[in-house]
C-alpha cells in the first residue's frame, strides 16, 4: 500500500458548445451532434464517473453525445457478468472455436459474426432442457392415474390416425405440425407404413407439443403440492420431487478453456498487456499488432496498403464496427491536429504521421496499481489473440474501478470465420469475472453505445443481463424495461419517476477548479481575476455535463 502514490489530477480542455458532423448510421450530414474535450491526463475514478453519465472515449478525445438532439441517441450500455450465462448463439460461437482449435474445422457458409437475435429461440430450448431434467417418482395414486388418463388420450388419438385411410391420404398443416414434419406447409402424401429413417412413423402416438407438456408438468407439480400439505398436515411422511440432475448447462468458463487434446491443430494464447504507458511487451508486438490492424484497413475498409492517413486508425468498438466511431474519431484527430499546428507550432505532416501514430495507441488514462485493485492495475490494455505464435486479433480495453470498458477491436480478415467479434466480448466478459475475484467492486461491462435506432447495433442488447443508462438522471434502468419505449421514440427518458431529478449535477460552480498560469485554484477565485464574463456560460456547461464530483476533481484547462 505504501509503495502506491495517489495519481495525479486529471487535466482537460472542453471544447466549448456542440459539433455536428455527419451520422453514420443514418448518413445525415449534420445530424449527428455532440459535446467534446481533449483529455491531456485522466485519472481511473474521473473517467469511471465519466462513462456513468454518457461520455465516453476515442483516443484521448472524450465526448458525449447530445442525446435529445443527435439524430440516432447513444445510450450507454453494461452487461452484469457475474449474472451473464451465454445464449444458444454466444455458445455456437464458443464451440466452433473450439472445434478450430481441437481439429482444425472450418464452419462453413456465414463467415461474418453470427446474429444475437436468438433469444425467443433460446427460451423455448430453455424449456426443453428443464422438461428433459425433471425425473419425477412418486408413487401418489394420483399420478398413477393421471399417467393413465394420458396414455388413454395417446391411444385414443393414435386409433384416429389410423382411420384416416390405408395406404395414402392427405394432411392439412395443423395435422402436418402435430406431427413434426418440418416439410412445406402445403398438402402433402404421407404414407402409412413409411421405410425406416423416412418420414414420420404413424404406429406411434404424434409427438407432443412443448405446451402440452408444460401444463402436465405444472398439473404434476400441483397435484404433488396439494398431497405434500395433506400428508404434512396427518403427520405422515412428505414425498417430495427430486432435485434436477447434476448435469447443470456449461458455464461461461467450461464453454472456453474446454480441455484439448494433445495433439490439437491449433493453440490460442490470449495475453494482456499494458498500452498506455507502454509496457516492454507492448513495444515488442506493436509492430506485429499494426501490421494486423493494417490488413484489417485493407481488407474490411479497402484503405491502399500505402495511405497515412486518419482512416488507418478507424477500429471496431465493442468488437464491432461502429459508424459513429469513426465519424468522432476523425472530428477528434482533425481538432488534435489543429491545435498541435496553433499552439505547438507543430508542422501538419508530423501530426499525420508520429502523432498519428500515438493516438492510435495512446490514453489519457493513469496507471494505477492499488493493493485492492486488480493484479495488472488500473488504465488502458490491449488484449492480444495469439494463433499457433503470431497475433491474429486485438481488443482495447480499459480497466476501471467497478468495470471493464471495451474500446475497439481489430483482427485479420483472414480469421473472420471464428466470428472474433462475437468471441472477443464473450472473453471480456470473463476476464471481468476473473477480475472480479479479486477486487470485488469490479464486476461490470460496458460495451459502449446501444443506438436502437439502428437496427445493426441492437445486438449488444443479447448480452443480458444489461441496462441501459437514463439520459436525464443517469440512473441504471434494466434494458427489458427500456425496449417498449425506445421502440416509440428514439429518445426516452428511463427514470419512470416525473420528479428525479439528475443527483450529480453541478449545483456549486464556484468550487469547480480550473488550472491557469501553471497554478490550479478554484473557479471562484479564478474568476475574480477575469474581466470576461461570458466566459462562465462555457464553464457552466462543462460543470452541468461533467457533474459536481468530476468538476471538483478535474482540472479545467484556462488560457
Keep these: 500500500m505504501a509503495s502506491w502514490s495517489a495519481p495525479s489530477p486529471s487535466l482537460v480542455e472542453y471544447f466549448e458548445g456542440q459539433t455536428s458532423f455527419q451520422c453514420g448510421y443514418c448518413k445525415n450530414k449534420l445530424g449527428s451532434r455532440s459535446y467534446g474535450m481533449w483529455a491531456h491526463s485522466m485519472t481511473v475514478q474521473d473517467y469511471q464517473d465519466l462513462i456513468d453519465r454518457g461520455w465516453r472515449r476515442s483516443g484521448k478525445y472524450v465526448y458525449k453525445p447530445v442525446m435529445d438532439q443527435t439524430c440516432c441517441p447513444q445510450y450507454t450500455i453494461r452487461c452484469h457478468p457475474l449474472q451473464f450465462q451465454p445464449s444458444k448463439s454466444h455458445k455456437k460461437v464458443l464451440k466452433k472455436m473450439l472445434k478450430f482449435l481441437a481439429k482444425g474445422e472450418i ?211 465493442a468488437s464491432f464496427e461502429d459508424p459513429e466511431f469513426n465519424s468522432s474519431f476523425n472530428q477528434s484527430f482533425s481538432l488534435y491536429t489543429k491545435y498541435q499546428v496553433a499552439i505547438h507550432q507543430e508542422a501538419p505532416e508530423i501530426c499525420e504521421k508520429s502523432e498519428f501514430t500515438r493516438f492510435l495507441c495512446s490514453s489519457p488514462l493513469e496507471a494505477e496499481h492499488p493493493a485492492d485493485g486488480p493484479e495488472c492495475g488500473y488504465g488502458s490494455f490491449h488484449q492480444q489473440y495469439w494463433l499457433d505464435g503470431k497475433i491474429i486479433a ?55 453505445f446501444y443506438i436502437h435506432s439502428c437496427p445493426k447495433m441492437r445486438y449488444k442488447g443479447q448480452y443480458r443481463p444489461s441496462d441501459l443508462l437514463c439520459p436525464e438522471t443517469y440512473v441504471w434502468v434494466p434494458i427489458e424495461q427500456c425496449l417498449p419505449s425506445l421502440d416509440n421514440s428514439k429518445y426516452c427518458r428511463f427514470n419512470q419517476d416525473p420528479e428525479a431529478e439528475d443527483e450529480g449535477r453541478s449545483k456549486e460552480l464556484d468550487r469547480l477548479r480550473v488550472f491557469h498560469r501553471r497554478s490550479a485554484m478554484p473557479y471562484g477565485v479564478y474568476k475574480n481575476h477575469q474581466e470576461d464574463p461570458s466566459e462562465e456560460a462555457g464553464v457552466l456547461e462543462y460543470a452541468n455535463l461533467v457533474g459536481q464530483k468530476c468538476s471538483e476533481r478535474m482540472l479545467l484547462f484556462r488560457h
Design 394 to 448: 486485438v481488443g482495447v480495453l480499459d480497466i476501471l474501478p467497478y468495470c471493464v470498458s471495451s474500446v475497439y477491436l481489430y483482427y485479420d480478415p483472414d480469421y473472420s470465420f471464428l466470428s472474433l467479434g462475437v468471441y472477443s466480448a464473450l472473453r471480456e466478459i470473463a476476464f471481468t469475472r476473473q477480475l472480479h475475484e479479486k477486487t470485488s467492486q469490479l464486476s461490470y461491462y460496458y460495451m459502449g
Design 107 to 317: 464452419s462453413k457458409g456465414n463467415c461474418e459474426d453470427e446474429p444475437m437475435d436468438s433469444t425467443v429461440e433460446d427460451a423455448v430450448d430453455g424449456d426443453f432442457a428443464l422438461i428433459n431434467k425433471l425425473d419425477i417418482k412418486c408413487d401418489l395414486k394420483t399420478l398413477s392415474d393421471l399417467k393413465g388418463s394420458i396414455e388413454s388420450e395417446e391411444k385414443e388419438k393414435e386409433k384416429s390416425i389410423k382411420k384416416e385411410g390405408s395406404k395414402e391420404f392427405i394432411h392439412p398443416q395443423s395435422i402436418e405440425e402435430k406431427l413434426g414434419s418440418g416439410e412445406p406447409s402445403h398438402p402433402i402424401k404421407v404414407h402409412i407404413g413409411p421405410k425406416p429413417g423416412k418420414g414420420a412413423d404413424l404406429s406411434k402416438p404424434p409427438c407432443r407439443k412443448a405446451r402440452e407438456m408444460r401444463k402436465e408438468r405444472q398439473r404434476l407439480k400441483r397435484m404433488q403440492q396439494a398431497s405434500a400439505a395433506a400428508s404434512e398436515a396427518q403427520g405422515q411422511p412428505v414425498c417430495l420431487l427430486p432435485k434436477a440432475k447434476s448435469n447443470q448447462p456449461k458455464s461461461l468458463e467450461d464453454l472456453i478453456f474446454q480441455s484439448l487434446p494433445e495433439n490439437a491443430s491449433h493453440k490460442l494464447e490470449v495475453r494482456v498487456v499494458r498500452s498506455s504507458p507502454p509496457s516492454p511487451q507492448f513495444r515488442a508486438t506493436f509492430q506485429e499488432s499494426y501490421q494486423v490492424y493494417k490488413r484489417y484497413q485493407m481488407v474490411v475498409h479497402k484503405d491502399p496498403p500505402d495511405k497515412p492517413t486518419v482512416s488507418q486508425v478507424r477500429l471496431v468498438p
